[in-house]
Structure formats: C-alpha cells, structure tokens
C-alpha cells in the first residue's frame, strides 16, 4: 500500500524568508510521481509542482522548489522569499502503480508580516 | 485549465435524506475521482472511475454509491446521509498518460444536520 506522511501540522513564516516543508512516502513501484498541492482559503486545490521518480533533478516552479531524496523516500518543499499569498494548506501526493492519488495529511503554513 | 465543475458549491440536509453531488467536465477524461476531506485526515478516496460504467471503491467507500453513465458526469450519492458524512468533497480528474496530476473542482461543502 502506498503511504505519505506529513508530520508537521502546522508552521509559519516570516515574509520574505524560506521555509521547507516536509514529507515522506512509501510504495513498492520503482516508477511514481510525487506532488505538492496548494489549498488557500478559498478552498480550490491547485498544483504547485511535481517530481518523477526516475528523474534525478529536482523540481523548482519559481519560488518553490523540491528536495527529493529517492533513498530516503523524502520529498519536501521548499519555498523562498514567502509571500503572504503562501498562507495555505499544502499537501503531499503520490501516484504510483496506477492507483489513485494518496494524500498526505496536510501542513497548514503560515505566512507573517 | 481543464474545465471541472461541481454541483451544489454548498448544501444543508438531514439526517437519513439521499443526497446526490454533481461533477462535470469538458476535457473528456477517462479517470474521475470522489475524495472527501476533513480536518485532521487530509483528503481521502470514496470512490473513482476509469470509464464509463466502470468504477471502484476508495478507502472510504461505505455509506456512498456513484454512476458513471457518460465520459463527463460522475455523480455521488449518499443514500441516507449522516452527521459523520459532513464534510467538504472534492471530485477530481486526471491528465493523459504524459500528465498524472490531477485537477480538481472547486469543492462541496455538505453539512448534514
């Protein structure tokens, strides 16, 4: 059974500076892919980047940026110059062996002025 | 973005009352999925579809039936709602084969008194 968890409930940030994000996972499938997902206030879910397991460079979408440790099982975010637009729940996904996306539990950030 | 729409945005029932949510998209994707959410557990599977009549249970499936009679309409019912199935539910759907992000609808807040 694939698994992600995200063992930080809750964090916050001060504007301008960076923050990581963590998240493990677990799957038995050599090929999978790997996404953070954003939900802000409004409620919508939207997709902030994402990683494919047999490639060995991180990710990075503007600000936000993976570290992916493929060993480890690790997949965390990172995100630079925090803006107060960042305030959100952010989520771990994973696909992998053609089942349907799992989800981690969520880490609700908080961006501070 | 692919165009995903969900129907009721918000909804108020009783307890014991049949309860049908809407999702409809325009991309002609194969794969439609139920997920529900709520604090604490992140977002979970009810159930998904990967064709026309073809569907299958999620990790939380119990309490919940969905028909798939057209590639753009998946719909869920719960067949006598209850105070434990107040929740936000999201329907979703996926990308190509090139693509295994999903996209979501903007959600339904179900609320069951």
């Known amino acids: 059974a694939q698994t992600v968890t995200q063992s930080q409930p809750e964090m916050s940030v001060q504007e301008a500076e960076t923050v990581t994000l963590s998240c493990t996972y677990d799957t038995s499938e050599s090929n999978y892919y790997l996404f953070w997902y954003k939900q802000p206030p409004s409620r919508q879910m939207i997709l902030v980047i994402r990683q494919e397991a047999y490639k060995q460079q991180n990710a990075t979408e503007n600000r936000f940026s993976v570290n992916f440790q493929k060993a480890a099982k690790s997949f965390s975010l990172k995100i630079s110059d925090s803006q107060l637009g960042d305030t959100a729940m952010y989520f771990c996904a994973l696909f992998s062996g053609n089942t349907p996306l799992v989800f981690g539990k969520g880490t609700r950030l908080s961006v501070i002025a | 973005d692919a165009g995903i729409t969900q129907s009721p945005r918000h909804k108020v029932t009783e307890t014991g009352t049949p309860v049908t949510l809407r999702c409809h998209q325009t991309e002609n994707h194969r794969y439609m999925y139920w997920y529900r959410q709520d604090p604490g557990h992140g977002l979970r599977l009810i159930h998904y579809s990967y064709g026309v009549k073809d569907t299958d249970k999620g990790e939380v499936s119990d309490g919940y039936s969905v028909s798939r009679s057209k590639t753009e309409d998946f719909l869920l019912t719960l067949e006598s709602a209850t105070s434990s199935q107040t929740s936000v539910y999201f329907c979703?759907?996926?990308?190509?084969?090139?693509?295994?992000?999903?996209?979501f609808g903007s959600g339904t807040r179900l609320t069951v008194v």
């Open positions: 979703a759907i996926r990308g190509g084969s090139r693509d295994y992000g999903y996209t």
